[in-house]
C-alpha cells in the first residue's frame, strides 16, 4: 500500500466520521464544525486527485464563507433543536430501511460497473500543468454564455433578499451617519432667553 | 485551443430583455411612489422591443450559437412571442390589483422580466447547463414574486413550499443530468443525442438519468404525483403572481420538455414514454376529480391545470411529429385560457375584496353581460366544448394518441374530460343562474377591458379558426 493510497484511507474515514458526527452531535454549533470537517477532508481528497483549484475553492467558499456565517446564524438566532429531535429514534428503522434501499438501488446502477476507477482512470499531467488556468481559459469563452445566466441569477437572488428583507418600520432607532455628520449647532442646541429671577 | 468569438446576432432578444431588466432595476430607484407607472411602461415596451427583434430575426433554420449552449429555431421564436404576449398581459391585467393591495412597486416587474429572460433561456436551451440555468433564473424570480406580499401569512406559507419543494426538483434534475453527463461526456444536446443513439437503450445509466430528468421536469411542470406545491401556491399567492405563474411558465416548460427528452434524449423514447404515460394517466384524472370538490377558484383552477398538464403530456409522449406540433398547440391555447381564467379572478375584485370563492362569481351576467361572456367563453374553452379553442387541442392531441395505437389512452382521456366539464360548468351555473350577492359595480380600465375581451374572443376564433395556428406550430416544429 503506497503513502497515497494510506492518505486517501485516512481521509475518507475521517470524512465518514465528521459526516456521520454532523447528523448525530446534540450541539449545532459542533454540527456545525464537524461539517467544517467534513468540507476540509474532502478538500484534501481532492487534492489527491490533483484537483487543487476545486480543493482550494471548496475551502475557500464553503470553509471561509458560507460556514462562518451559518455559525454567526446558529449563534445568532439560539434554536432550541430539541423539539425537533422528537421521534429520532422512533422513525430512526423506516429511515434506515429506506435510505438503505436507495443507496443499495444506487450502488447497483452507479457502482464501479459504470463509474469505477476502470473507466475513469487518473488522467497524467505534465509537472506546469495548471488546473485553474485551464479552467479560466473555457469559464470565460465557451462557457460565456451559461456564466452570464449565473451572474443574472446571482442578481434576481439579490433583488428578491433585499425586497423580502428591507422594509422601513416606524420608530427604529436606527443611526444615519450622514445625517448626525451634517449636523448644526441649530438642530442640537436650543437657546432659552429667561428672565432672572428675584429672590424674595 | 483557437476562440473564436460566437455569433452574438441570435442571442439579441435576450440580451436585451437583460439590459432592460437591468436599466428597469436603476431607474425604478429614481421613481417615486405615483411615478410607478413608468416602471410598468418600460417593462410593457421591454416585451413590445423583445417580441419585434425575434419577429425580424425569425428563426427559418436552426442555428446553433454560445459554442452549443444556444439554439434559435422557430420552434424557440414561435413559442417566445407566446411568452412576450401572455406576459404582456399579465403586467397588464394585474397592474390595478397591485396597486389596489400596495404591491405596485417595481421588484414585481423586474423579477417578472427577469422570469421571462429564464424562460427564453430556457426555450433556446440547447445545452444540459443552459437548461438547468435557465429554469433557476425562472424559479428563482418566482419564489420571490410569491412571497412579495409580506404581511400575508398564506403567501409567505406558499412561498416557503415553492421554494423547498422546487429546490428539491432542482436537485432531482441536477442528479440527472449529472448521470446523462457521466454516461455521455457532454452536456451539448446534440453530443448527448449522438452517444445516446450510439449507446442504445440499454444502458442503465442513461435510463437511471432520465428517471431523475422526468422527476424533476414534471415537478416543474405539476404532473401528478409531483403536483403537491400547485394548489397551495396558486392559492397563496397573490393573485397577480399565480396568474404569472400559471401562464408563461408552461410554455418554456413544454419547450424544455422537447429539447430534453426529443432532442436529447430521443432514441430513448421507448423508456420516457411509459413514464410520461403514468403521469399524464394520474395527471388527468386526479386534476379532474379533485377540482369537483374545490370552492375556491383560485385552487380549482390549479387542479385544472394539472389535468390539463396530463393532456400536454400525452401529446409529448405521442412521439410523433403530429404530437408535438398537438402538444404545441395545447400549450399555446391552455396560457391563452389560463391568462384569461385568472385576468377575470383579477378584475372582479375591487379595494377591501378579492374574489377567492366561485360563489363570487353569482349574478356575474346582470352586473356586467360582456364579462359573464367572456367567462363564459374561458370555462367553456378549457372544458373543451365543441367550437372552441380547448376542443380543438383536446382533438389533436387525443388524435395523435390514436394514431399510435393507445386507443384505451384516448378513451380515458374523453371520459375524464367529460367529467371535468362538470366543475367548468358548475361556473357558468353561477355566472347565469344564480342571484347577485353583491351589487358594487365593477370598475375595469379600458385597456384591460380591451385586453380582456381580446383575449376571449381569440379564443373563439381559435376554436373556428384553428388551422392558422396548428400549421404554424406544425411548420416551426419541422425545421
Known sequence: ?200 | MNFVAPDFMPVVPELFVLTMACLLLVIDVFLEQRQRYITYGVAQLTLLGAALLTLVTYAHAPVTTMFGHYIKDAMGDLLKIFIYLSSAAVFLYSRDYLRRRDLFKGEYYVLGLFGVLGMMIMVSAHSLLSVYLGLELLSLSLYALVAMDRDSPVASEAAMKYFVLGSLASGMLLYGISMIYGATGSVDLQVVSDAVARQGADNLVLVFGLVFLVVGLSFKLGAVPFHMWLPDVYQGAPTSVTLYIGSAPKLAAFALMMRVLVDGLGTLQGDWQQMLIILSVLSIALGNLVAIVQTNIKRMLAYSTISHVGFLLLGILAGSPEGYAAAMFYAIVYVLMAVGAFGMVIMLGRTGFEVENIDDFKGLNDRSPWLAFLMLVIMMSMAGVPFMAGFYAKWMVLQAVVNIGLVWLALFGVVFSVIGAFYYLRVVKCLYFDKPEQSEPIHISLDTEIAISANGLLLVALGLYPTALMTWCATALLN
Not at chain 1, 33 to 43: E, H, I, W
Not at chain 1, 96 to 119: P, R
Open chain 1, 1 to 200: 500500500m503506497g503513502f497515497e493510497k494510506f492518505l486517501f484511507y485516512v481521509f475518507a474515514l475521517v470524512l465518514v466520521f465528521s459526516a456521520v458526527r454532523v447528523i448525530t452531535v446534540r450541539n449545532p454549533v459542533h454540527a456545525a464544525l464537524f461539517l467544517v470537517l467534513a468540507f476540509f477532508t474532502s478538500a484534501a481528497l481532492w487534492l489527491l486527485i490533483e484537483a487543487e483549484f476545486l480543493a482550494i475553492v471548496l475551502v475557500l467558499v464553503y470553509v471561509g464563507a458560507v460556514m462562518v456565517l451559518f455559525l454567526f446564524v446558529i449563534m445568532m438566532l439560539d434554536i432550541n433543536i430539541v423539539p425537533l429531535r422528537e421521534g429520532f429514534i422512533r422513525y430512526l428503522p423506516v429511515g434506515v430501511t429506506v435510505a438503505l434501499i436507495i443507496v443499495i438501488e444506487m450502488g447497483l446502477v452507479v457502482g464501479s460497473g459504470y463509474f469505477g476507477a476502470e473507466q475513469y482512470r487518473l488522467v497524467p499531467h505534465a509537472v506546469d500543468y495548471s488546473n485553474t488556468r485551464e479552467l479560466g481559459s473555457v469559464l470565460y469563452t465557451f462557457y460565456v454564455y451559461p456564466f452570464e445566466i449565473a451572474s443574472a441569477i446571482l442578481l434576481v437572488a439579490i433583488i428578491a433578499a433585499i425586497s423580502l428583507t428591507m422594509r422601513r418600520r416606524e420608530g427604529t432607532k436606527s443611526q444615519d451617519p450622514a445625517w448626525q455628520v451634517r449636523v448644526s449647532r441649530d438642530d442640537r442646541v436650543r437657546l432659552v432667553r429667561m428672565m432672572p429671577e428675584k429672590k424674595k
